[in-house]
């Protein structure tokens, strides 16, 4: 086998890993590569805080393994969870690196937890000079807020007339 095969190999199985597919379909097979080939994981542990509220984000990040809990402080310090568990391949804080504002929300570990994250500059350059990569891009993490706030607004019940 030769070297270029191992590493497409090698690649190939961590954007597996993250369900990267599942998360940006519309990527082709050589894009998602691009995705998992710019990155880099860092591991949290149970109860660790990964972005707090306020905080600006400036990677693109991934769950790699593990879970993350999506919390809220409200009136009297109250904590409350409003949506989630968020598990492997998802796209967490993409809000924030997209409109540069601070994160709505706070992610805590659920467990041992590996976060991947492409630095916003790299992603960004590859956004300004492939203008394909960047339509694919944009629609597939398009689909994903829609089903993520499809799935926030299940959990909210009707208020009664």
Known sequence: MTIRKLVFTALAAKEQDMNLIGTFPNLTDDE????????????????????SRGQVVTSLLLIKSGNLRVTRTYLDEMSAEFAGPLGP???????????????????????????YAIPGD?????????????????????????RKLRSTNQRFLPVPP
């Open 89 to 115: 391949g998802e796209v967490i804080g993409e809000m924030s690196l997209m409109d540069k504002k601070g994160a709505s929300a706070n992610l805590i570990a659920d467990g041992h937890t590996e976060i």
């Open 32 to 51: 998602r590569q691009w995705l998992v080939s710019n990155g880099q994981t860092t591991s949290y542990k149970t109860g660790e805080a990964f972005i």
């Open 122 to 146: 790299v992603l960004k350059n590859k956004l300004n000079t492939d203008t394909e990569f960047k339509a694919r891009f944009f629609e597939s993490l398009f689909l994903d807020l829609i």
